[in-house]
């Protein structure tokens, strides 16, 4: 306990001195930037979503357009510009955040071949990749795909697999993910029931294994923080506390 909380408990005894907010400093797993996907679609919703994550402690920001050749084929100059528009709007109103840019890939013919140009936005020293696969049914070569994107120099960081119904009732998939070298972003809010109670349930499995290498909010509009917050009351922080997480080092 610091010392401040120590004398907020002495003056208001009984009440939790604990403020709301991240023992993590880093979030990255976002749709931040207006316009480019399904996330938010104003650069005031933007602004909004930022401001909250700063007064929840979070200091830098790396927002993850989705990229994919049917849905969101984004290329990199207009994520680019994107990012530099929001960096303005942050000077501006003097948030005390930073913001960068990766993607979250869809593993579709279009990563593929982003993959092989080698134009692909990662993010950290070892190169973190973040990516998902499609919700219907689990893909049929997975494995070969997390080998080709270490092949290019990158590491795979698969975007909340708790969220995948298919990996429920498929515990060995995802272990052998882990033994090849895929690691694992946790979706915040999958632990406050935003995705249902077998996702809430199948993150929790992921925290008592310490599969969790990352915690991302993959927050999409205001709308999202109300869920987020709950967080932080829950026994779920301590889980939380016990992995071992990466998202410091991307500071
Ligand atoms: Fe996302």
């Given at each position: 306990m610091t010392t401040k909380n120590f004398w907020q408990r002495l003056i208001h005894p009984g009440e939790d001195a604990e403020p709301d907010g991240c023992f993590w400093q880093v979030d990255l797993h976002s749709h931040l930037l207006p316009g480019l996907d399904d996330g938010v679609s104003t650069p005031e919703e933007t602004l909004t979503c930022l401001t909250q994550l700063a007064q929840w402690g979070i200091k830098k920001v790396i927002t993850t357009p989705h990229i994919s050749r049917d849905w969101y084929p984004n290329e990199t100059l207009a994520i680019q510009q994107g990012l530099a528009a929001v960096r303005q709007l942050i000077a501006e109103q003097q948030l005390p955040i930073t913001i960068d840019v990766a993607a979250e890939y869809m593993l579709d013919d279009f990563f593929l071949d982003m993959l092989k140009q080698g134009d692909m936005l990662s993010f950290g020293e070892r190169r973190f990749l973040l990516f998902e696969t499609g919700w219907s049914s689990a893909p049929m070569n997975l494995g070969d795909m997390v080998f080709r994107i270490q092949t290019h120099g990158y590491t795979p960081v698969l975007a909340?697999?708790?969220?995948y119904k298919y990996y429920h009732s498929d515990k060995a998939s995802l272990e052998h993910l882990r033994e090849i070298g895929c690691l694992f972003q946790l979706n915040w809010m999958s632990l406050t029931g935003r995705y249902g109670s077998h996702v809430e349930k199948q993150a929790r499995f992921l925290l008592q294994q310490h599969w969790v290498d990352f915690i991302g909010?993959?927050?999409?509009?205001?709308?999202d923080l109300e869920m987020m917050a709950r967080?932080?009351?829950?026994?779920?922080m301590k889980l939380l506390e016990e992995q071992t997480l990466l998202n410091e080092t991307l500071l």
């Open positions: 909340h697999p708790e969220r909010s993959d927050m999409h509009r205001p709308g967080l932080f009351k829950s026994g779920d």
